[in-house]
């Protein structure tokens, strides 16, 4: 007998409890589906909603963080804008920005072009990539 696959998470009810007791946490959100799931958990002035810089989110993380050291960035984007900035995630580990956390939210899918099968669909594994970058704490959470 087959073990049944896990059933997905429910990514705005992910992000909702990621964002329940943040504070002023500055939180900045990649391109699509990642926006929307911010937006949705409630709007806040220290959201800066990312929207035609695909590839962005991650680096533009590392400038708050960097500028802001004394509060918490959290970055939440999606698999495809990641990889679009796949070198980031070297520069944000060289930088070692102590108040930055990335959520990247997989469904392995380019879901703003029509959702074609992305990278991670097809083995890539960004909580890998990030440790062999030498990220201080990575991890994947599924259901």
């Known amino acids: 007998m087959a073990t049944p696959e896990p059933a997905p998470l429910g990514r705005r009810a992910v992000v909702a409890r990621l964002l329940e007791n943040r504070g002023e946490t500055l939180v900045v959100t990649g391109l699509g ?11 806040h002035d ?5 929207w035609g810089a695909m590839g962005g ?10 500028a802001q050291a004394s509060r918490r960035v959290l970055v939440i984007t999606g698999d495809g804008e990641q990889l679009m900035a796949f070198g980031a995630l070297a520069t944000i580990a060289v930088a070692r920005p102590p108040n930055l ?8 899918h380019f879901g703003e072009t029509g959702m074609q099968a992305s990278h991670t669909g097809h083995g890539v594994d960004l909580a890998r990539v990030a440790e062999v970058c030498s990220f201080a704490a990575t991890g994947t959470i599924v259901a």
Do not use: K
Not at 33 to 43: I, L, R
Not at 57 to 66: D, K, M, N, S, Y
């Open 101 to 108: 956390d990335i959520v990247v939210i997989d469904n392995q």
């Open 46 to 50: 220290a959201n800066y909603y990312l």
């Open 57 to 66: 989110a991650a680096l533009v993380g590392l400038g708050l963080a960097q």
């Open 33 to 43: 589906s990642a926006t929307y799931d911010v937006h949705a958990a409630g709007d």
